[in-house]
C-alpha cells in the first residue's frame, strides 16, 4: 500500500481494532476483506471526501468509515461512485438522507451498510432492499417507517438487522421473521406491540430488546428461539421468574462461549 497521510486502518470487530495510521508509513494490508479506511480529517466536507475519491479506489479499499463525520450529506455518497468494490460502509452520524438513495443501490458489492442515526427514510430503505449481496444493515435512529422496513422482505442474504429506536409494528415484524438468513437482530428502544412474530425465527442467535415495554407476555414466544445464544433484555418488564423460565428454554444461552441472559 503505498505512502499518504490521508487514512487511518481499522479491523473491523466490536470493538474495531487499529491497524495504524498512513501518517507513520505504510501499514500492512490484512489478506482478508473485513478491515475499513478511516479519512484522518473528521471535519471533512462532501468537496474534499470527492478528492479523496482516487486514493480510495486506487487503494482498492474494502471498507470505509465516515461515521461522526457530521459536514457529510448525501453528495458525498454520490461522490462513491467509483468505489464499486466497497463491502464495508458506515455513514452512522452523518447528514445523509434520502438523496443519497440512487447511489447507494449503486454500491451493489455493499456486504455491510451502517446508516445509524442519519437521516434516511423510506426511498433509502428501497434503494438498499436491492442491494445483492447485503449481510449487514443498521438503520436505528433513522426515518425510516414501517413500510421501509417492510421493502426489505426480499433481502435473503441479510444476516444482522439493526431497528433501534424504530417503530416495528405488525406487519414489519412479519418481514422481519421472514428472514432466512437472519442470525441477530437489535430492537432496543425500538416500539413495537408484541414479539409473537419472531418466533418462526428460529435460526436466531442473538436477541437485543432492552429498554422496550417487552412483559412476561413475551416468553411463551422467546422461549421457542431456542438457537439464542445472546439475549439483551436490560430494562425491560420482564420479571425475574419469566427470565428464569427463559434460561431454562434456552439451553443454547448457556453455552461454551454464549454471551448468555443479559440483564
Request: charged share 25%; with cysteine; proline share 5%.
Amino acid at each position: 500500500m503505498g505512502r499518504t497521510n490521508r487514512f487511518q486502518f481499522w479491523l473491523n470487530g466490536d470493538p474495531p481494532k487499529s491497524l495504524g495510521t498512513t501518517a507513520n508509513g505504510d501499514v500492512e494490508r490484512p489478506a482478508h476483506d473485513r478491515w475499513m479506511a478511516r479519512p484522518l480529517d473528521r471535519q471533512l466536507e462532501d468537496e474534499q471526501l470527492t478528492a479523496l475519491v482516487p486514493a480510495i479506489v486506487e487503494g482498492d479499499f474494502p471498507g470505509l468509515s465516515l461515521s461522526g463525520f457530521r459536514r457529510l450529506t448525501s453528495g458525498a455518497v454520490e461522490a462513491l461512485a467509483p468505489c464499486t468494490r466497497l463491502r464495508h460502509l458506515d455513514l452512522s452520524g452523518t447528514k445523509v438522507d434520502d438523496g443519497a438513495a440512487p447511489a447507494l443501490a449503486a454500491l451493489d458489492n455493499l456486504a455491510t451498510l451502517t446508516l445509524a442515526g442519519t437521516r434516511v427514510g423510506l426511498e433509502t430503505a428501497r434503494a438498499v432492499a436491492r442491494l445483492p449481496k447485503l449481510e449487514a444493515l443498521d438503520l436505528g435512529w433513522t426515518r425510516v417507517p414501517e413500510a421501509g422496513i417492510v421493502e426489505l422482505a426480499g433481502c435473503s442474504s441479510l444476516t444482522s438487522l439493526r431497528l433501534c429506536g424504530l417503530s416495528v409494528r405488525a406487519d414489519a415484524m412479519k418481514v422481519i421473521a421472514s428472514l432466512p438468513a437472519l442470525r441477530s437482530l437489535d430492537l432496543q428502544e425500538a416500539r413495537f406491540d408484541d414479539l409473537s412474530a419472531l418466533s418462526a425465527c428460529t435460526q436466531l442467535e442473538s436477541l437485543s430488546i432492552g429498554y422496550t415495554s417487552v412483559d412476561d407476555d413475551a416468553v411463551e414466544g422467546l422461549a421457542k428461539l431456542t438457537g439464542l445464544r445472546t439475549l439483551m433484555v436490560r430494562a425491560t418488564r420482564l420479571t425475574d421468574a419469566a427470565l428464569d423460565r427463559l434460561s431454562r428454554a434456552l439451553p443454547a444461552l448457556g453455552a461454551k462461549n454464549a454471551a448468555g441472559l443479559q440483564r
